[in-house]
C-alpha cells in the first residue's frame, strides 16, 4: 500500500519567494518519522529536514521549514526565499514502527525549478 | 571522513551477466541499506542490515543478493543481471534503529542491456 505521497509532478518558483511541496502519509502506527531529502542533478541524496510524530513544534532548519498537520496526515516542505541552487527533486520519505532499524518509504519526488 | 562511498559510478551489464556493487561507510554505523531508483519514482528499499551479521529483504529484493561483509561494507550482487534491473542504486548507512538520518553514497548508475 502507498504510505508516501507527492502529488506535485513538479513545481516552478521565482527566485526568492517562498515555495510548499506537499506530502501526505498513511500510517496507523501513532510513532513515526518524516523526513526530506533533497536530490540535485548530479544525483546524490540530501538530508533537509525531520519531524517526529511527537515532536510538538514544526521542524525548521535554515530556510527549510514543514508544515506538519498531524491530523490530515501531511508533512509539507516549505523553502523560504528560493534560490537558483534549490532547483532540484525533493523527496518525502516515512520511518514508522513497521518500518524498524531506519528504513524509509520515499514519495514518487516533487522536481523543482526556480527561474530567475 | 569520506561519508558512504560506492563502486563503481558507472557500469554497463549485458543480460545474464553477473556483478556485485560495493558499498563502505566510514561513520561506524550499525545499519546499513540498498535501494534503487528508476525514473518518475523514488528510491525503493532492496536488502539491509540492522547490524553486522544481519541481513533482511526489503520491498523489491527479488534477482539481488547482500553480504554484510563487515561493520563497514557491505555489497550488493547481481547473479544474473536482466534489463528490468537498470536502475540507479544507492547504498546509504545510519546509526541503528533509533536513528533518524540515513547518509546516502553517491550511487550506481547501471544499465543491463
Known amino acids: 500500500a502507498q504510505k508516501i505521497t507527492q502529488t506535485q509532478p513538479g513545481m516552478f518558483v521565482q527566485e526568492k519567494e517562498a515555495v510548499t511541496l506537499d506530502c501526505t502519509y498513511d500510517?496507523?502506527?501513532?510513532?513515526?518519522?518524516l523526513f526530506w531529502y533533497k536530490q540535485p542533478s548530479s544525483g546524490e541524496m540530501i538530508f533537509l529536514i525531520y519531524q517526529g510524530s511527537y515532536d510538538q513544534q514544526n521542524a525548521t532548519e535554515g530556510r527549510y521549514s514543514l508544515n506538519f498537520q498531524k491530523a490530515r496526515k501531511s508533512a509539507n516542505l516549505v523553502i523560504s526565499a528560493s534560490q537558483l541552487g534549490d532547483s532540484a527533486m525533493y523527496f518525502c520519505?516515512?520511518?514508522?514502527?513497521?518500518?524498524?532499524?531506519?528504513?524509509?518509504?520515499f514519495g514518487q519526488g516533487t522536481i523543482l525549478t526556480v527561474h530567475p | 571522513n569520506a561519508g558512504v562511498t560506492q563502486t563503481p559510478k558507472f557500469q554497463v551489464l549485458k543480460t545474464g551477466q553477473s556483478m556485485t556493487l560495493q558499498c563502505a561507510q566510514d561513520m561506524n554505523h550499525n545499519s546499513m541499506y540498498w535501494y534503487r531508483q528508476d525514473p518518475g519514482m523514488g528510491l525503493r528499499l532492496i536488502y539491509y542490515?540492522?547490524?553486522?551479521?544481519?541481513?533482511d529483504k526489503g520491498e523489491v529484493p527479488n534477482g539481488y543478493n547482500v553480504s554484510r561483509l563487515n561493520k563497514r561494507e557491505f555489497s550488493l550482487r547481481l547473479e544474473s543481471a536482466a534489463p528490468s534491473q537498470t536502475s540507479v542504486y544507492f547504498c546509504?548507512?545510519?546509526?541503528?534503529?533509533?536513528?533518524?538520518?540515513?547518509?546516502f553514497g553517491p550511487g550506481t548508475r547501471l544499465t543491463v542491456t
Open positions: 546509504a548507512s545510519s546509526e541503528g534503529s533509533t536513528a533518524y538520518e540515513q547518509y
Open positions: 500510517t496507523s502506527d501513532p510513532s513515526y518519522g
Open positions: 520519505a516515512m520511518r514508522d514502527r513497521g518500518t524498524s532499524y531506519g528504513k524509509l518509504t
Open positions: 542490515s540492522a547490524s553486522e551479521g544481519t541481513t
